[in-house]
């Protein structure tokens, strides 16, 4: 492949995930984008803390 064609390519798929879409790939997978919504996480010391919101991205190969 040209390297321009696969720059461009990935150029692509980093806007639709920056604009949180999710993104499929025919015959590789797709990228899925998800929110993450803040929580509280409690430690074995019986420590608490509010951890953060945060946006993941996972990628689901296809079969």
Same mark, same amino acid.
């Given at each position: 492949?040209?390297?321009?064609?696969?720059?461009?390519?990935?150029?692509?798929?980093? +806007?639709?995930?920056?604009? @949180?879409?999710?993104?499929?790939?025919?015959?590789? /997978? !797709?990228? +899925?984008?998800?929110?993450? @919504?803040?929580?509280?996480?409690?430690?074995?010391? /019986? !420590?608490?803390?509010?951890?953060?919101? @945060?946006?993941?991205?996972?990628?689901?190969?296809?079969?």
């Amino acid at each position: 492949m040209d390297k321009k064609f696969i720059k461009a390519f990935s150029e692509v798929i980093r +806007e639709e995930i920056a604009r @949180k879409n999710d993104v499929y790939l025919e015959g590789v /997978g !797709r990228f +899925e984008f998800e929110h993450q @919504k803040q929580f509280q996480k409690q430690y074995d010391s /019986g !420590r608490v803390v509010m951890m953060p919101p @945060k946006d993941t991205i996972t990628f689901i190969p296809e079969n």
